[in-house]
T-cell receptor, first 115, second 114 residues
Framework: AQKVTQAQTEISVVEKEDVTLDCVYE???????LFWYKQPPSGELVFLIR??????QNEISGRYSWNFQKSTSSFNFTITASQVVDSAVYFC????????????FGKGTRLSVIA | EPEVTQTPSHQVTQMGQEVILRCVPI?????FYWYRQILGQKVEFLVS????????KSEIFDDQFSVERPDGSNFTLKIRSTKLEDSAMYFC????????????FGPGTRLLVL
């Protein structure tokens, strides 16, 4: 069975601080995909990144960066110089690389960035 | 940029009533999904759909639920006899054919059962 754990339920930071959101996953599959989604207060789910299990390169997109480490089954997300608009719930998710399989989500981390 | 749309954005219904939630997936996507999120909790999978049939469903998706693609664009979730515990945000998602491709989510329908 697949499982995603986001141990941090809530994090509060002051604007301009860096913050890392942790994600640990469990799967027996050798190929799989990992995702991060953002859920702002308005409620929609916004796709941020997809990473396949063969690609362990870290990725940077503006103030966002992701650190995928297969050895520790982790896919952590860092926001540099956080802004108030980053306040949201962030979900890590996992899916198999076969067929029409669903996403398995973690419980999410609520990030509050205080001005 | 193409996006998944859902209607209505909010629905209030009485317990025992039937509701139909509607979704228009992205036009070149062939895989469709429904997920639900009870307030303050994680997003949970309900059902996946491909080629006019259900591919996979979760334990939540019992006989009270059904899905349909009545025409070339809409994808619907019907709850036959709503219960209080069906109150949640319901998300539709779609993706292209390639395995592992990103699922794009609609804005959700917030369902409140009284």
């Amino acid at each position: 069975a697949q499982k995603v754990t986001q141990a941090q339920t809530e994090i509060s930071v002051v604007e301009k601080e860096d913050v890392t959101l942790d994600c640990v996953y469990e799967t027996r599959d050798t190929t799989y995909y990992l995702f991060w989604y953002k859920q702002p207060p308005s409620g929609e789910l916004v796709f941020l990144i997809r990473r396949n299990s063969f690609d362990e390169q870290n990725e940077i997109s503006g103030r966002y960066s992701w650190n995928f480490q297969k050895s520790t089954s982790s896919f952590n997300f860092t926001i540099t110089a956080s802004q108030v608009v980053d306040s949201a719930v962030y979900f890590c998710a996992l899916t198999r690389n076969s067929g029409n399989t669903p996403l398995v989500f973690g419980k999410g981390t609520r990030l509050s960035v205080i001005a | 940029e193409p996006e998944v749309t859902q209607t209505p954005s909010h629905q209030v219904t009485q317990m025992g009533q039937e509701v139909i939630l509607r979704c228009v997936p992205i036009s070149n996507h062939l895989y469709f999904y429904w997920y639900r999120q009870i307030l303050g909790q994680k997003v949970e999978f309900l059902v996946s759909f491909y080629n006019n049939e259900i591919s996979e469903k979760s334990e939540i998706f019992d006989d009270q639920f059904s899905v349909e693609r009545p025409d070339g664009s809409n994808f619907t979730l019907k709850i036959r006899s709503t219960k209080l515990e069906d109150s949640a945000m319901y998300f539709c998602a779609s993706r292209q054919v390639i395995s592992g491709e990103t699922q794009y989510f609609g804005p959700g329908t917030r369902l409140l059962v009284l």
